[in-house]
């Protein structure tokens, strides 16, 4: 071996030796933390608890004179809570249906009704075509993954750029008739934080598709979930569509999951008036109705979008200090020793980590032996594999920031850790 490399080799080992000290400490520490999913903690719960003693007794009278008690009214939603939403949705009162308690089972049944029924402007069911496939920016949302894993729609990844997907491939992709849909969570994106810029939006609204019945499946999750004093703002999708005479291409979806009452809020929908009465009409066999009260107590306490914003600046002073803990920990152990690459989010609620190639997987599992819980490698990406191995997701938002701080810190060194081992081991091999 070259001398330098001999003194490289050693100055690697000997960092080893150091982080493997760490990293036993880490493991007597016997933390027992929980980074995997995106909950929001008890402390943000607490926000909404007024919620919980709303509408009130004898208080069940909604603007159009209906018993929100009853069955009354369209399965559209309430037009009180249809207009509450209207300048978050980026679209007007008719153009908004409002369902249950989750915007992924508006997600989940709108591909469902694609394929047994197929969608306006489709000549056949999706599922008459010998294949269908969607384009899936990585990395991304586990659960719209499962969504194509689960009905046979196969995934084609297209790299995150920084301002949305790389556009030269989803435009390219796009013009294959057998890609009739794409997933974007456009603002504060699961788990990468990335914003889309107005020119990836244009460039979604205006290219053309193979397939007459293209869907763009815009999950606005995250819109109002600002961790800054500076809210972004992002283009409106429904209107650049409708500028580029597609008006029926994208499906706008949000929620109140992370806002009010997780699993216990509102999932929104917006969309062209006749993929709104498309969704009205598939889903009106399914349910008599949504729950009404649900809809009345969100209006109650939320307002109007001022009360929406004032609700989110609370959640942000809960969250911003966490996400500052994680990035604390990171910048404190591995700034400028070229082995992650971490994302500092304006909102949202994930904190994404790229770490040295074939290295994710091992600090999952290094993690989890020093008790700290994080979503399995791979999980960021369609079935659930990354092929560089190098993704991570953060989730900082349930556990009190005491904990926090001391699992970023624990991951820090996890990949410390692993990445010293695979270069050793890349060394021996
Ligand atoms: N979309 C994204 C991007 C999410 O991160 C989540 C998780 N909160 C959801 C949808 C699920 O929302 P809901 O609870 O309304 O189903």
């Not at 598709?209 to 499946?217: C, E, I, L």
Request: a neutral charge; one cysteine or more; proline letters at 6%.
């Amino acid at each position: 071996m070259h001398p330098a490399s001999a003194r490289a080799a050693e100055g690697l080992d000997a960092r080893f030796a150091s982080v493997g000290d760490d990293y036993a400490k880490l493991c007597a520490a016997r933390l027992n933390i929980d980074m995997t999913r995106g909950k929001p903690s008890a402390a943000q719960l607490d926000l909404s608890n007024a919620m919980l003693n709303l509408p009130g007794n004898g208080d069940y009278l909604q603007a159009d004179g209906g018993d929100a008690r009853n069955y009354f009214g369209s399965v559209q939603g309430l037009l009180e809570a249809r207009v509450l939403f209207a300048r978050m949705m980026g679209a007007p009162p008719e153009r908004i249906l409002i369902g249950n308690n989750s915007s992924l089972a508006l997600m989940h049944d709108c591909i469902v009704y694609a394929l047994i029924k197929g969608v306006p402007g489709g000549a056949a069911p999706w599922s008459a075509a010998k294949s269908i496939m969607f384009l899936c920016p990585v990395p991304g949302y586990d659960r719209h993954f499962a969504i194509c894993e689960a009905y046979g729609i196969k995934m084609l990844a297209v790299p995150l750029t920084g301002s949305g997907p790389d556009m030269d491939i989803v435009e390219r992709l796009a013009l294959d008739p057998s890609v009739r849909g794409m997933w974007c969570v456009p603002k504060y994106s699961n788990p990468t934080g990335e914003i889309y810029s107005e020119e990836t939006i244009e460039r979604i609204a205006r290219m053309p598709t193979g397939a007459g019945d293209f869907r763009v499946f815009w999950d606005n999750a995250y819109g109002v979930h600002h961790l800054t004093g500076r809210p972004m703002e992002i283009a409106n999708i429904l209107e650049l569509c409708e500028q580029a005479g597609h008006s029926h291409r994208p499906l706008v979806f949000a929620s109140t999951s992370k806002m009010t009452f997780a699993g216990a809020g509102l999932g929104l929908l917006a969309a062209s008036e006749a993929n709104i009465a498309w969704f009205v009409a598939r889903c009106s066999q399914r349910s008599i109705g949504p729950d009404k009260l649900n809809q009345l107590r969100h209006v109650r306490v939320l307002r109007d979008h001022a009360g929406i914003e004032r609700l989110m600046a609370a959640h942000r002073k809960l969250l911003q200090p966490k996400f500052e803990a994680v990035d604390a920990a990171f910048a404190r152990r591995l700034q400028g020793k070229g082995i992650a690459r971490w994302s500092k989010p304006l909102g949202g609620y994930f904190v994404s980590v790229d770490v040295h190639e074939g290295c994710a997987a091992r600090v999952v599992a290094l993690a989890k032996r020093a008790g700290i819980e994080m979503v399995p490698a791979g999980q960021t990406f369609p079935y659930r594999t990354d092929p560089r191995d190098s993704n991570l997701r953060i989730a900082p938002s349930f556990p009190p920031l005491n904990d926090v701080s001391a699992a970023a810190e624990g991951i820090a060194i996890c990949i410390e850790y692993a990445v010293a081992e695979h270069r050793s081991s890349e060394r021996k091999g």
